[in-house]
C-alpha cells in the first residue's frame, strides 16, 4: 500500500527529503524481491553516507531486484505520521515499509540503535524478532556497528558483517529465488553466504567470518550517485580510493576490522571520478579512504582530476592526511588557492602516549607540518586528540596544551592572523582492538578532565577549545562494548521517548531505563580479561586475538609497530587473504 503525502509536503520543513525524486533515483515496478534499505537518521545525514550511495547503486544493478531508500522523518513529519497513522514509507515508491521482503539497517554509529526501534515502531512493525510474523519483512542490519552483534540480537532476523558489494548481491538473488519461500526457508538458503549471521540458526560457538571485498577493481561500480534537492552535511561525490589502513593505530577500530589494505587502481579511480562528475554534475569529489595521502598514486590522481576537470573548476577534498611536510604539498594542490583549514590528528598531547597508541607521529613531523602549512597560506589550524586513552596522566593532559601552544608560538610568528582550534574526544575502547581489555573513563573522570582542560586553555589567545559531550561518549561505550542485556537497555530505553540522540538529550532517560533493569555501567566500562570470551568474539574480522594482545603488551612497553606497507607483522589477515599486503597499485 502507497501513502500519500501530497496534503502535508507544504506543511513540513525541507519536504524535498520525502519526494524520492532525486536525479540518479530508481523507480522499478516490476521486480521479483523488493528491499527497502533504512538510514536510521535524519535525511541530509543519511544521504551523506559512502555506504548508502554504493549499495543503491550497485544492488539496483541487480535484473529483478529493487532496493529504495527510507529515513527518520523530522519531528513534524514524525508528529503528523502519529497523529494520522500514517506507516513509515520508502521514499521512492511512497509503499509501507512493511510491504518490502526486506529491510536493511545501515549502522555506522551506536547512538543510531534506539532510531532503529523508532523507525521499526513508526512502520507499525513488532521490535523484538520472535514478535514477527509471515506478515512482516526480514529485517537486517549492517555497518561497522554491528561488528559487536549482542546489543542487536533480539531485533533482527541477521546482520551482515563486513563489505557488503558481494554478499548483498548474492543476498539479492538469494531473494529473488526463494520469492514465494517462507522466512525461514530464506534464512536458510542466506545462512552460508560469508559474513551472514543468523542468530536464530546460529549454534553460538561457529564463529562468523566477515565478510571481505578482495579487489576494489573488480566489484561493480557506483557511477550514478544520488543527487538530492535539498542541502546534505557531505553535498559532494565521493569516490573510494582504498579501503583499510596500514598504520596500525591501537585505539582505532577502523584500521583493524577493514583490513587489508586494497587500492582501486589510478585508472579506474580516474574513470570512476570521470563518471561520477559527469553523471551528477557536481563541482567537488571527495577522495575517501581511511589514510587517504597513503594511496600510493595520490599524487598522479589529484593532478589527473585537475588535468580532466580543471576548465569546471572541481574541487578536491582529502578527508584525512597524514601529518608531514608531503601533505601540505597534496594540500596545495587540491585547495586551487583557497585556504580554509587544515587539519592534524595527532590524538595526544605526549610523545609517550602517542607511542603508547602507535601513532607515529613525532613533535617535530607535528612542527614542521604546521608551519609548512601556514607558509604555504593557512590562517586556520584544526588539532584532535583525545583523552581517556590508556595508560594516560595528567602529564599528557597537559601536553596537550604544551604542544598546541608551541605550534602557536611558532606560527604566529609568520602571521599573527592564525587561529587554531583544539578538538578533544572521549577514547572508548571499542572491540576488535589492541584496547578492547581497557576500562574506559567514568562519567566522573570525563568531567573532571573536561573541566582541567577548559582551565588551562581559558587565557590562550586565538585558540578554541571544543570538547565532546562526556554523556554522549558515555552512552556510546556502553553500547559499543555491549551484550545482549544491552538490547533491553535500548529497547526500554526508546520506550521511555529515547531517540535521536545526536539532536537532544537523553542521558537521564537512559539512565533511568538502566536503573530500571538493574544494570551497572561499571560492568561495561570495566577492565577486561584478556582470556574471557568477550560478547564480541563471535565475529572473526580476520585479524587474531593474539595480535590484539601483541600489540596491546607492546603498549605497556612504549613500543611502536611498523606500518603493515613495510613488513608484516602477523596479525591472522594473510590465513583468509593470502595477498594480503600486496593489493595496492604498485605502478607510479
Not at 544493478?61 to 514524525?78: A, I, N, Q, Y
Not at 551484550?483 to 545526536?502: C, H, M, N, P, W
Request: charged residues 30%; aromatic residues 8%; glycine residues 6%.
Amino acid at each position: 500500500m502507497k501513502v500519500n503525502l501530497s496534503k502535508y509536503l507544504l506543511s513540513v520543513e525541507k519536504p524535498a527529503q520525502y519526494l524520492g525524486n532525486e536525479i540518479n533515483s530508481y523507480h522499478k515496478t516490476n521486480a521479483k524481491a523488493r528491499m527497502c534499505l533504512v538510514f536510521p537518521d535524519l535525511y541530509e545525514v543519511g544521504m551523506s553516507n559512502l555506504g548508502i550511495k554504493i549499495l543503491y547503486s550497485i544492488l539496483n544493478k541487480v535484473e529483478d531486484f529493487s532496493l529504495e531508500r527510507g529515513f527518520l522523518p523530522m519531528e513534524d513529519m514524525e508528529e503528523i505520521i502519529r497523529r494520522d497513522n500514517i506507516p513509515l514509507f520508502a521514499v521512492e515508491s511512497k509503499s509501507e515499509l512493511n510491504d518490502f521482503d526486506i529491510l536493511g539497517f545501515s549502522l555506522s554509529y551506536e547512538m543510531s540503535y534506539p532510531n532503529v526501534l523508532n523507525a521499526l515502531d513508526l512502520a507499525g512493525i513488532p521490535l523484538r524478532r520472535e514478535e514477527r510474523t509471515e506478515e512482516h519483512p526480514l529485517i537486517m542490519a549492517g555497518g561497522t556497528c554491528v561488528m559487536n552483534p549482542a546489543p542487536l540480537k533480539k531485533f533482527v532476523d541477521f546482520l551482515m558483517i563486513g563489505d557488503g558489494e558481494e554478499t548483498m548481491v548474492q543476498m539479492a538473488k538469494i531473494l529473488i529465488e526463494n520469492k514465494d519461500k517462507t522466512k525461514i526457508e530464506k534464512l536458510k538458503a542466506l545462512k552460508d553466504i560469508e559474513g551472514i549471521y543468523i542468530p536464530s540458526l546460529h549454534d553460538g560457538k561457529t564463529k562468523v567470518k566477515r565478510a571481505i571485498l578482495r579487489d576494489l577493481n573488480k566489484s561493480d561500480s557506483y557511477e550514478k550517485q544520488l543527487v538530492p534537492y535539498m542541502s546534505i552535511v557531505h553535498d559532494r561525490a565521493t569516490i573510494e580510493i582504498q579501503r583499510g589502513c596500514t598504520r596500525g593505530c591501537r585505539f582505532c577500530q577502523a584500521g583493524i576490522v577493514y583490513r587489508p589494505v586494497r587500492e582501486r587502481t589510478l585508472e579506474n579511480n580516474i574513470k570512476l571520478i570521470d563518471e561520477v562528475l559527469d553523471n551528477t554534475g557536481y563541482g567537488e569529489v571527495s577522495l575517501s579512504s581511511l589514510s587517504s595521502s597513503d594511496y600510493t598514486n595520490i599524487d598522479s590522481l589529484i593532478l589527473s582530476i585537475k588535468e580532466n576537470h580543471g576548465e569546471d573548476s572541481v574541487g578536491v577534498s582529502l578527508p584525512s592526511l597524514r601529518m608531514n611536510t608531503h601533505s601540505v604539498d597534496v594540500a596545495q594542490i587540491i585547495s586551487g588557492g583557497k585556504r580554509t583549514g587544515f587539519t592534524f590528528a595527532p590524538e595526544a598531547g605526549t610523545q609517550r602516549l602517542r607511542d603508547i597508541i602507535n601513532k607515529g607521529v613525532t613533535e617535530e613531523e607535528i612542527m614542521d607540518t604546521a608551519l609548512a602549512a601556514v607558509k604555504a597560506g593557512w590562517i586556520s589550524l584544526k588539532f584532535y586528540f583525545m583523552i581517556g586513552l590508556p595508560f594516560e596522566t595528567m602529564e599528557d593532559i597537559n601536553g596537550i596544551y604544551d604542544l598546541v601552544k608551541k605550534v602557536s608560538i611558532a606560527c604566529r610568528k609568520i602571521n599573527r592572523r592564525l587561529n587554531i582550534t583544539v578538538s578533544v574526544a572521549n577514547f572508548i575502547p571499542k572491540p576488535h582492538t589492541p584496547f578492547e581489555f581497557c576500562k574506559q573513563m567514568s562519567m566522573e573522570e570525563m568531567l573532571e578532565k573536561k573541566k582541567y582542560l577548559r582551565n588551562i586553555f581559558a587565557k590562550a589567545k586565538g585558540i578554541s577549545l571544543k570538547i565532546h559531550s562526556p554523556k554522549k561518549s558515555f552512552l556510546e561505550g556502553l553500547i559499543s562494548r555491549g551484550d545482549e542485556r544491552t538490547g533491553d537497555l535500548i529497547e526500554l530505553a526508546f520506550k521511555k521517548g529515547v531517540k535521536l540522540d545526536d539532536y537532544r538529550d537523553n542521558y537521564d532517560i537512559w539512565m533511568a531505563a538502566m536503573d530500571e533493569l538493574g544494570m551497572s555501567w561499571e560492568d561495561y566500562f570495566k577492565r577486561r580479561d584478556m582470556k574471557q570470551e568477550l560478547p564480541w568474539d563471535i565475529v572473526d574480522i580476520g585479524v587474531s586475538k593474539e595480535f590484539l594482545i601483541e600489540e596491546y603488551e607492546k603498549a605497556l612497553k612504549i613500543q611502536l609497530s611498523q606500518d603493515c606497507r613495510q613488513e608484516c607483522l602477523g596479525c591472522g589477515m594473510k590465513r583468509i587473504v593470502p595477498e594480503c599486503g600486496t593489493i595496492i597499485d604498485t605502478r607510479k
